[in-house]
């Protein structure tokens, strides 16, 4: 299954017309294999283990990189660090830990909400912006 999607999104970066190196490649799997967001620091983290030499400045070209072309998404978690995740074109929000920083998707509450504000107002809706706050499970037990 990881192998597939691995495929998947590879075939997308080519598309793109950006070539397949092996740290795109890694890069690539560690989001795969993550499902959720992550920052740079994150992701370099994980290659660091499985690659001789990086640095965390290529893979932030690199991400740039896919985000430019569509391939990832950036988000904005109000961390004030930027995270990626893969774009799958499915508009989700998400659920942060303010303990351990872990997030979770979560499904959009408020389409309702433009089609009304569009109904009120006349706006033709184009986006809004949602995270929602809390402390896991886990760090309630600390
Ligand atoms: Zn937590
Ligand atoms: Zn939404």
Redesign the pocket.
């Known amino acids: 299954m990881v192998r597939e999607k691995c495929e998947f999104w590879e075939k997308k970066l080519r598309e793109c017309g950006l070539r397949l190196t092996r740290q795109r490649k890694e890069i690539l799997r560690v989001l795969i294999k993550t499902n959720g967001p992550l920052n740079a620091r994150e992701i370099f983290s994980e290659l660091t283990s499985s690659e001789d030499f990086l640095e965390l400045s290529t893979v932030y070209r690199n991400l740039q990189a896919f985000s430019k072309r569509g391939l990832i998404r950036e988000i904005d978690l109000g961390t004030g660090e930027k995270y990626f995740e893969l774009n799958t074109g499915d508009h989700h929000h998400h659920l942060i830990?303010?303990?351990?920083?872990?997030v979770l998707p979560l499904g959009c509450p408020l389409r309702h909400l433009e089609k009304d504000l569009s109904r009120e107002t006349n706006y033709s809706i184009i986006d809004h912006r949602l995270n929602v706050y809390g402390?896991?499970?886990?760090?309630?037990e600390k």
């Open positions: 830990c303010m303990g351990c920083g872990e402390v896991c499970p886990t760090c309630q």
